[in-house]
Antibody, heavy 118, light 107 residues
Framework: QVQLQESGPGLVKPSETLSLTCAVSGYSISSGYYWGWIRQPPGKGLEWIGSIYHSGSTYYNPSLKSRVTISVDTSKNQFSLKLSSVTAADTAVYYC???????????WGQGTLVTVSS | EIVLTQSPGTLSLSPGERATLSCRASQSVSSSYLAWYQQKPGQAPRLLIYGASSRATGIPDRFSGSGSGTDFTLTISRLEPEDFAVYYCQQYGSSQTFGQGTKVEIK
């Protein structure tokens, strides 16, 4: 059974870089699939951030592309998100998920709240 | 970017009733590339439907999806207490976008 777990700082200062990691268990990232990040501001809807293949091939939301970097570490079976120049608008619960055929997301991690504040 | 508009915003129903949720796209969604998710408070979304009408593994058959082009529907035939939640649609035919959600609440 595939499980995903996000980790990283819960508080980031404005203008700094948000960094999160998603650890995958029950499946080897090297075996395939894309792996994605999605976020949800408090009380709001979902926004896809970007996805990565085990080879390192990436696919980003055009509206965030200039600030996003997603990387993969197959030796640790995890992938990571960096979002630069954050503002209060980036405050959200950040989820990682398996991005099946770059189509639907299943399963999802439990999510981690990141607050941008000085 | 394809914008998904879900309606109604909130649906107030009683257990045992039928729920019909709508997801309308600003342009045609190719090959019915549409999914539905359920989200309960404090939890991550859970995949219910993909390909507009295929149920994900372990999803009860009271959940069904239909539609094509720009109009899609999620139907819950008889609401169980655990079905009261927020539901999101997602299109993956052109990049990835989500609807704003429909909350199904107990009347």
């Amino acid at each position: 059974q595939v499980q995903l777990q996000e980790s990283g700082p819960g508080l980031v200062k404005p203008s700094e870089t948000l960094s999160l990691t998603c650890a995958v268990s029950g499946y080897s990232i090297s075996s395939g699939y894309y792996w994605g990040w999605i976020r949800q501001p408090p009380g709001k809807g979902l926004e896809w951030i970007g996805s990565i293949y085990h080879s390192g091939s990436t696919y980003y939301n055009p509206s965030l592309k200039s600030r996003v970097t997603i990387s993969v570490d197959t030796s640790k079976n995890q992938f990571s998100l960096k979002l630069s120049s954050v503002t209060a608008a980036d405050t959200a619960v950040y989820y990682c998920a398996r991005h099946v055929k770059v189509n639907w997301f299943d399963p999802w991690g439990q999510g981690t709240l990141v607050t941008v504040s000085s | 970017e394809i914008v998904l508009t879900q309606s109604p915003g909130t649906l107030s129903l009683s257990p045992g009733e039928r729920a019909t949720l709508s997801c309308r796209a600003s342009q045609s969604v190719s090959s019915s590339y549409l999914a539905w998710y359920q989200q309960k408070p404090g939890q991550a979304p859970r995949l219910l439907i993909y390909g507009a009408s295929s149920r994900a593994t372990g999803i009860p058959d009271r959940f069904s999806g239909s539609g094509s082009g720009t109009d899609f529907t999620l139907t819950i035939s008889r609401l169980e207490p655990e079905d009261f939640a927020v539901y999101y649609c997602q299109q993956y035919g052109s990049s990835q976008t989500f609807g704003q959600g429909t909350k199904v609440e107990i009347k």
